[in-house]
């Protein structure tokens, strides 16, 4: 995917993997730092553009040496999906009481992130950059996609919990469910935010809600339903 860039003036240990304790690079990382330098990407992005980015811009931006970035991320396509990610971890799953308003709660937090001019931006251009990118794709599902799977496993534990869906027979089963499930409501909402550019209100999120639990011959997508009220 990017191969880590040596500065002339910068020592082998600055920008290889983190050495002994003693070493200027196994100090400890500076969260603060790491958020400065996430929230620039971000900015940057919106202002300039997947092509003008550059390590150099973000590290202008967030106050750090560029040394400070390639300790860090080898290139910007790393850079740019942790910056992503940090958004997308911010997503949660409080406990509405049901399977339906868990899921409309979720559905409209992730339609509602979407809408953010850094999200937008950040999310398209990378998705955009792994078509070409191999490497990038793999970060991408476990910086993002793998991360945001705890939802489903979250939603659908507390389900089970409550007598709303049954016991999977074995892992396996279980955990290609998972990943449907997560399949059909991320792509669902990122078609409607990103692709359809239409919104993700409540409303919208209701009728999938309905579609996703109760199915095609099960329940009509435009349903009355009262559980996003809980």
Known sequence: MCSRPRPADARTSEVTTPGPATSRAGRPRSATADSAILEATRAALVELGWAKLTMGDVASRAGVAKTTLYRRW??????????????FDALELPDRGSLAADVENVVLQFGALLERPETRTAFMAVVAESTRDEALRTRIRGSIVDRQKRLV?????????????PREPDGATAARTTDLVFDVIAGAVVHRALV??????????????????????GQAPGSSRKSSEQ
């Open 74 to 87: 080898a290139c910007k396509s790393e850079l740019v999906v942790d910056a992503v990610a940090a958004l």
């Open 153 to 165: 496993l979250l939603g659908r534990e507390r389900a089970r919990a409550r007598g709303e869906l």
């Open 196 to 217: 359809s550019a239409e919104p993700v209100d409540q409303e919208w999120a209701r009728s999938f809600t309905a579609l996703l639990l109760g199915g095609l011959a």
